[in-house]
């Protein structure tokens, strides 16, 4: 079992940054990949990004690529997501999640390959 509980947003301006934190419990968090989703009013949940179990892999969103950065530090059993040079449209609700690493070293991107989720923290950005 594993509980992840996020921490980090708030209300940023357009074009600030903001550093959300996703703090995970157990032992075995070297033995998950972890991604960043979120979800927008009246929007599905969607994939922002992921980050494997030895940080070594990422994959991003095109909507985000190039602005924010998905990290984690193993030691402290968190994953972390950067994000730089926000938008309005980043607004949402910011989940993070964790999926079994694959034996093929693969990086999960749908929801359902996520087995724990956090309660999601809120993150607005004004125009």
């Known amino acids: 079992q594993v509980q992840l509980v996020e921490s980090g947003g708030g209300l940023v301006q357009a074009g600030g940054s903001l550093r959300l934190s996703c703090a995970a419990s157990g032992r075995t968090f070297r033995s998950y990949n972890m991604g960043w989703f979120r979800q927008a009013p009246g929007k599905e949940r969607e994939f922002v990004a992921t980050?494997?179990?030895?940080?070594?892999?990422?994959y991003y969103a095109d909507s985000v690529k190039g602005r924010f950065t998905i990290a984690r530090d193993n030691a402290k059993n968190t994953v972390y997501l950067q994000m730089n040079s926000l938008k309005p449209d980043d607004t949402a609700v910011y989940y993070c999640?964790?999926?079994?690493?694959?034996?093929?070293?693969?990086?999960?991107?749908?929801?359902?390959?996520?087995?724990?989720w956090g309660q999601g923290t809120q993150v607005t950005v004004s125009s």
């Open positions: 980050v494997s179990w030895s940080g070594g892999s990422t």
């Open positions: 999640a964790a999926a079994a690493a694959s034996w093929n070293g693969s990086l999960q991107k749908r929801e359902y390959e996520y087995t724990y």
